[in-house]
């Protein structure tokens, strides 16, 4: 089976890199499937689970949205926000609750609910991928 290669970028870095053999993608039209000699492509990636099938096994990373290319046999992803789902644990949960009493506590400030909001969005998509809780369509 051919290899292709990938990167995926995210503001806490470059989560993934390397060379696979195939990558799903959640897409608002829902999961596409990318293998060696793909046609050239731009489309948004949506909120769930990239799978990635390489020669060290499967990889799964969870994202909240953000862009997928694909030109000549090089596939680039821009996520809002990805994490390989095995981080999902105990203290992410902590985090995240405490967040939401952030939140709850300083709703008057409206300078400050964009940022806790976004760490709170994180931290939801990351546990329910981790966890592995299904959105509802």
Known sequence: MNKFKIEILSPQGIIFKDEVF???????????????GHANLVTKLHVGEIIINSVSGVNRISVSGGFIEIAENIVNVIAEFAAHLE??????????????????????EFANMSVIESELKKYVVELKSGLGIKKKM
């Open 22 to 36: 195939s990558v799903s993608f959640p897409t608002l039209s829902g999961v596409i499937t990318i293998l060696s």
């Open 87 to 108: 981080s999902a644990n105990r203290k992410k949960m902590e985090q995240a609750i405490k967040l939401a009493k952030d939140m709850k506590s300083k709703r008057r």
